[in-house]
């Protein structure tokens, strides 16, 4: 069987409940023998400036050195199991960030962490991140609960 997907998107919060996802999008790289890549994004913070500050720019750089080393645990896995890996943090919004790097980089899948809509609850559970990603997106997402 050909591999069907070459370049798979995982966005990351380097939390647990990323596992699930994590342990999925690596089968299916494995299985493909697909590059991966393990996006982070640190949500900015308005200001109401166009660039921020130096103290909520020291911010984004400690954030960002703490996440260097989560990252490079992630990513190791999959160095290990022969694929080819890139780990990337960038400092934005999220869905702008999710949305804007699939298409350049050639990304035919992204494997993410969502969580269960509660019907009694629609208009605070429905607009997540992970359904946004799902609809802006051209490639097919896979959404892990």
Known sequence: MLPR????????????????AIDIAFELAVENKARVSLLHVIQTISTGEDSPDHETQQFYDRVQQRLEVDMER???RFADAKLAVDAR???????EEIVGFAEPHGVDLIVMSSHRIDPNRLAETWGTLSYKVSVLCECPILLVK
């Open 89 to 95: 943090i960038r400092v934005g919004d999220r869905l």
């Open 74 to 76: 992630l990513s190791q």
């Open 5 to 20: 997907f070459h370049h798979i998107l995982i966005p990351v919060d380097a939390v647990p409940k990323d596992n699930a």
